[in-house]
């Protein structure tokens, strides 16, 4: 095994001597005297400033908080995961249509009805993603929402005004979104 040599320069064996090191030592000098743009000293007296605190009602303007948050007027259980409005339609004549995606959300998931109502859900599954339809809010049993599918979901409106939610029940679809309402007004 041979010895390992190492090379170390001696001033002007580089080339240019000791002022080849001028505008280095300069610019070195120059970041020093301003603090090189760095926040993290504390200011004159010692003691930094702190920073104001963040909440999450902060926060709630950002998409995902606001995603995060679920109706204030549920009536009724509600659903594992958040809820955020995409759209809107009346039931009319007792008739109204979703449609199940496989962006794990429901469009729109906001259907509007009377108290008393009774209404024909028809959802239809447009990608490639199996999805259920729950809500025990509505006395609607898990049903299947298979692919490329139209499932028919009944249920009477309650008299009670309120958001009554419901929501893919197959694992993880609802957390990541897919979750609707029924408003009874």
């Known amino acids: 095994m041979l010895p390992s040599a190492r090379f170390t320069p001696r001033l002007g064996e580089l080339g240019g001597g000791p002022r080849a090191f001028g505008p280095l030592i ?3 000098t120059a970041l ?3 603090g090189g743009g760095s926040t993290s000293a504390p200011p004159a ?3 930094p400033a702190s920073k104001p605190a963040t909440s999450a009602a902060a ?7 606001a995603a995060a948050v679920p109706s204030a007027s549920v009536v009724g259980q509600k659903a594992p995961g958040p809820f955020s409005a995409k759209g809107s339609v009346t039931e009319s ?11 794990l959300q429901w469009q729109p998931n906001v259907i509007l009805a009377k108290p008393g109502d009774k209404v024909t859900l028809s959802v239809q599954n447009t990608g490639n ?3 259920t339809f729950l809500s025990p809010g509505l006395n609607v049993n898990q049903l299947d929402i298979p692919i490329q599918k139209t499932t028919q979901v009944d249920f009477t409106a309650p008299n009670a005004p309120g958001a009554y939610q419901f929501w893919c029940n197959i694992p993880g679809h609802a957390e990541a979104g897919m979750v609707g309402e029924v408003i009874v007004q």
């Open 45 to 47: 007296g010692g003691v």
């Open 59 to 65: 926060n709630a303007s950002s998409p995902a908080a």
């Open 32 to 34: 020093a005297a301003c």
């Open 93 to 103: 004549g007792g008739q109204a249509t979703i449609q199940a995606t496989d962006v």
């Open 129 to 131: 993603t199996a999805h």
């Open 26 to 28: 300069a610019l070195g």
